[in-house]
T-cell receptor
Framework: SAVISQKPSRDICQRGTSLTIQCQVDSQVTMMFWYRQQPGQSLTLIATANQGSEATYESGFVIDKFPISRPNLTFSTLTVSNMSPEDSSIYLC???????????FGAGTRLSVL | GDSVTQMEGPVTLSEEAFLTINCTYTATGYPSLFWYVQYPGEGLQLLLKATKADDKGSNKGFEATYRKETTSFHLEKGSVQVSDSAVYFCALSEYDMRFGAGTRLTVKP
């Protein structure tokens, strides 16, 4: 299994600002993922991040709003840009395990936008 | 496309009661199936998995059997504890990972 450290664990931000969430894995992994979990809802995939290439975004999510970096095989960041109250959610990163069907998750970032 | 349908919650049980959370899936091929648990204020933890038909995943007293004939992967536990209170997500992975809506379980002493 993989252990993922995600930070910050929570933040309260003002409208119009940006927040960068960091995700560190304790081993090298090929694929990392970013999800959004709106209050009381299931997980929605934002994008898939492979090292050395542009992230692949799901329908409804765009790079200008959610830029992602993946500088190496153990680290990724997600930025939530120009935030509005509708961006208040839990943001989760995950990585693919050695068994490619499994994903392991970080503890999540609880974001509130005022 | 692939999808997961999960029993709606919330579910409230007394300690030591029997738990079943239903999960059915739709897939074009042969997905792997998972149950994840999310404790209050935390991320998702893998609870158990099954990778092929008739496999039984088990962990911490929870069990689920991959039933291809009924396309189901129901989660069961014989005697729940207060510490099992959490949100449970059924998920499948074939080409990507798809999650069910989640079922919130509250266990009362």
């Amino acid at each position: 299994s993989a252990v993922i450290s995600q930070k910050p664990s929570r933040d309260i931000c003002q409208r119009g600002t940006s927040l960068t969430i960091q995700c560190q894995v304790d081993s090298q992994v090929t694929m990392m993922f970013w999800y959004r979990q709106q209050p009381g809802q299931s997980l929605t995939l934002i994008a898939t991040a492979n090292q050395g290439s542009e992230a692949t975004y799901e329908s409804g999510f765009v790079i200008d709003k959610f830029p992602i970096s993946r500088p190496n095989l153990t680290f990724s960041t997600l930025t939530v840009s120009n935030m509005s109250p509708e961006d208040s959610s839990i943001y989760l990163c995950s990585c693919q395990g050695e068994s490619k069907n499994i994903q392991y998750f970080g503890a999540g970032t609880r974001l509130s936008v005022l | 496309g692939d999808s997961v349908t999960q029993m709606e919650g919330p579910v409230t049980l007394s300690e030591e009661a029997f738990l079943t959370i239903n999960c059915t899936y739709t897939a074009t091929g042969y997905p792997s199936l998972f149950w994840y648990v999310q404790y209050p204020g935390e991320g998702l933890q893998l609870l158990l998995k099954a990778t092929k038909a008739d496999d039984k995943g088990s962990n911490k007293g929870f069990e689920a059997t991959y039933r291809k004939e009924t396309t189901s992967f129901h989660l069961e536990k014989g005697s729940v504890q207060v510490s099992d209170s959490a949100v449970y997500f059924c998920a499948l992975s074939e080409y990507d990972m798809r999650f069910g809506a989640g079922t919130r379980l509250t266990v009362k002493p």
